[in-house]
């Protein structure tokens, strides 16, 4: 014990000293940046707002639709641009919150299918598994849910809260648990995260709403 307290004493001191001599090399821009961290903006929206957006995209996606020959570009994303479309106006008869984001991530999925079908483009749309509003995903992160790890795509801002350690992340709400984020429930937008989770987005919904439809009847 007469030995641990000096040692303690002594550590106590060298922390202090550190701090003192960190903040004084520290240029004085960086230090009022660093007491000023975090908290992110969270996003701010209404139910009409994104009922809005996504019938914007969802009307661009049906433009589009017609106007492309199917003979002329891959078969498959071209359906699957299709499926989006009718998915993603099934989930804007909705007035819940979760599936009217579900229907602008549909619309904005349905849009970049189309034109990686054309050849226009080579992106495909990737969501920030949290909070498909976000920056789209640009890496993976591994995030602790439940009793395990699951790694999930996420947008720049959602990777640094999650390395910081942060939270209160700013993921979609749950419409049944208040104060819960959206993929700790155990609907289809949990279960497909929005397409973070899943490769095929309305194909993943159609067979998950079958499903249902099945074990219910
Ligand atoms: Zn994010």
Partial sequence: MESFVPALAMAVVVFVI?????????PASLVRLYDRLPSRRRTVFTADDIRRRATDVLNRLADELSGTNPGDVDGDLYERAGLARSEGERALDSSRLTDLIGALALARSGL????????????????CFFNPLHDQATKEI????????????????????????????????????PGEPYFLGDDKWAVTGYGALVDDLPTALFRYEQARRETTS
Avoid at 112 to 127: M, T
Avoid at 151 to 159: D, W, Y
Wanted: net charge positive.
């Fill in 18 to 26: 550190s701090v003192v001599v960190l903040r004084k090399v520290m």
């Fill in 112 to 127: 970049d299918d189309l034109r990686v079908a054309a050849g226009r483009s080579h992106v495909r749309y990737a969501p």
């Fill in 142 to 177: 591994a995030y602790p849910i439940g009793a395990g790890t699951v790694s999930v795509p996420a947008c720049r801002h959602c990777h640094g809260d999650i390395r910081r350690g942060v939270r209160d992340l700013d993921a979609v709400p749950s419409d049944t648990r």
